[in-house]
């Protein structure tokens, strides 16, 4: 997946947040609202990414989680291969986004050693995470 954004969408990581989340400053200052669009639904898809497999691994368990995520991306890489190549370089890394976190919730290490799959924020993860469990808990004390 890294190979692919680098080197089919102008050199954009579509797996590292921490560029995304700098980008989405720096094109508000420079009033591109267009680019802010795509990143924050890159931003939410990532999120969104992350949440659907904490469900999913919450409610189901890991062997279904890990059939999930080959799920996703098996389907994340035919709708990669129908987006055109001079597509807007964020626009055609949205799928990506979405896959790379799912990815990223699954596979996070080998036995004791903690490791990614990815390269990308542990902390828009972790908030993501915590934003809505908070949530869904309120819900649940009502």
């Given at each position: 997946m890294g190979g692919y954004s680098l080197f089919t969408r102008l050199g954009n990581l579509g797996t590292a947040q921490t560029g995304n989340l700098i980008e989405i400053v720096l094109n508000i200052f420079?009033?591109?609202?267009?680019?802010?669009?795509?990143?924050?639904?890159?931003?939410?898809l990532f999120i969104l990414g992350n949440v659907s497999a904490a469900l999913i691994k919450h409610n189901f368990g890991r062997f279904v989680l890990k059939i999930y995520t080959f799920?996703?991306?098996i389907v994340g890489q035919v709708i990669l291969a129908f987006?055109?190549?001079d597509a807007?370089?964020?626009?055609?890394?949205?799928p990506l986004f979405f896959m790379s976190s799912v990815q990223w919730f699954t596979?996070?290490?080998?036995?004791?050693?903690?490791?990614s799959?990815?390269?990308s924020t542990n902390n828009l993860k972790a908030d993501g995470l915590r934003l809505y469990l908070l949530s869904s808990d309120r819900k649940r004390r009502r």
């Open positions: 420079g009033r591109n609202y267009q680019e802010v669009g795509l990143r924050l639904a890159a931003l939410l799920g996703v991306l987006i055109p190549a807007d370089a964020v626009l055609g890394l949205l596979f996070t290490g080998t036995r004791k050693y903690n490791c799959t990815i390269f």
